[in-house]
């Protein structure tokens, strides 16, 4: 066996982490309510693939819970300093594009604006343009100026997020739902669960992989795709998270509905 050298490297914890890991504290302050569900996507997926390119099924996705959560706007509801419950009349969705920093890859988060009435084809084509050029993304200006300075100060990210938690000027600047694609790194079925961060609201895509599911009196091989769909239970109960995920999910697998969130 050939010899190898052992030994450790130690290098400075990457600016951009310290941001993700300030949100995520900011976010322990919710009491997460979790659920599992799968999706029938395999007319999504078909026309999905139809356009040229190929549509995103993260925008598909984007499109489809910002939809509902627009026919459901107490799923993504957050109360204020005052602590009063705030309802947006619009869907605004954070995402994650990864891209390259000097710092190595990095989830950028893009903030796609009125997702309830836009279509997947375009977001999709959104994007493409923030994994093509970063610097159009809603946060890459900021990403590239200003956290490589303030890692460097200790807690400004921490105090930073507990002034935004409750502040109605910064969710409608960062949006109040999040959609997380983890699941399209890797093949095959499989549920995930992110750890909360300011949205009140959080869909993380898992796996997708081909299940037997029944379809009208018949039994098929279908396209099924994976969601964990993280609520605040302390803004909203069970019985409107339940209708909810209902709603999204006839969205997302009924013909008529998916046509009209791919097309617009």
């Known amino acids: 066996m050939t010899p190898r050298g052992r030994g450790v490297d130690v290098r400075p914890f990457p600016s951009n982490r310290r941001l993700v890991t300030a949100a995520v504290r900011a976010g322990r302050r919710i009491m997460p309510m979790h659920g599992l569900v799968d999706v029938d996507v395999t ?16 925008a598909f996705v984007v499109a489809s819970v910002a939809r509902a959560a627009a026919a459901h706007p107490e799923v993504h509801a957050y109360r204020d300093w005052r602590g009063r419950l705030v309802r947006h009349r619009h869907v605004d969705v954070q995402t994650l594009v990864e891209v390259e920093t000097r ?3 990095f989830g950028l988060v893009q903030v796609v604006r009125d997702a309830d009435i836009r279509s997947a084809r375009s977001i999709s084509a959104e994007l493409r343009a923030v994994k093509d050029s970063p610097e159009r993304a809603t946060t890459g200006a900021s990403l590239r100026r200003l ?7 200790p807690g400004l990210f921490r105090a930073m997020y507990a002034v935004m938690r409750r502040s109605v000027r910064v969710h409608r600047a960062t949006g109040t739902v999040q959609v997380t694609a983890v699941g399209m790194f890797g093949g095959g079925g499989g549920f995930a669960l992110s750890p909360p961060t300011l949205a009140s609201l959080t869909v993380v895509v898992g796996g997708l ?3 037997p599911r029944v379809v009208g009196e018949d039994v098929g091989i279908r396209d099924v795709l994976d969601l964990t769909v993280t609520i605040d239970h302390d803004v909203v109960d069970g019985a409107p998270a339940a209708r909810f995920v209902a709603d999204l999910r006839r969205r997302m697998e009924d013909p008529a509905a998916v046509a009209g969130a791919i097309r617009g």
């Open 103 to 105: 710092q190595g890859p």
């Open 209 to 211: 992989s081909r299940r």
């Open 43 to 58: 007319e999504a997926r078909r026309l999905l693939a139809g356009h040229e390119p190929p549509l995103s099924m993260t």
């Open 147 to 153: 956290v490589p300075l303030a890692g460097h100060v």
